[in-house]
């Protein structure tokens, strides 16, 4: 298992895996960008999150990424 595949959000849950409630307030509030490199277990895939709100970084809640 590479450390990678285990990203914890801001808030210490596991990104792309646990469902994280404070996760889910964040993608509602602008904020600015905090991208991580993911690589969520049923892939190897590496994605790029916010580890704010678990949104990709360009999602318009992102002041700074318009
Ligand atoms: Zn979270
Ligand atoms: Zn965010």
């Known amino acids: 298992m590479s450390a990678a595949a285990r990203v914890l959000c801001t808030h210490g849950y596991v990104l792309m895996q646990d469902s994280c409630p404070c996760c889910d307030a964040e993608s509602e509030t602008p904020h600015k960008a905090d991208p991580v490199k993911v690589v969520p277990s049923w892939t190897k895939r590496v994605h790029t999150r916010c580890r704010r709100c678990a949104q ?5 809640i992102h002041g700074d990424a318009r």
Do not use: A, G, L, V
Request: glycine residues 0%; positive net charge; hydrophobic residues 20%.
């Open 56 to 60: 990709i970084p360009s999602h318009r």
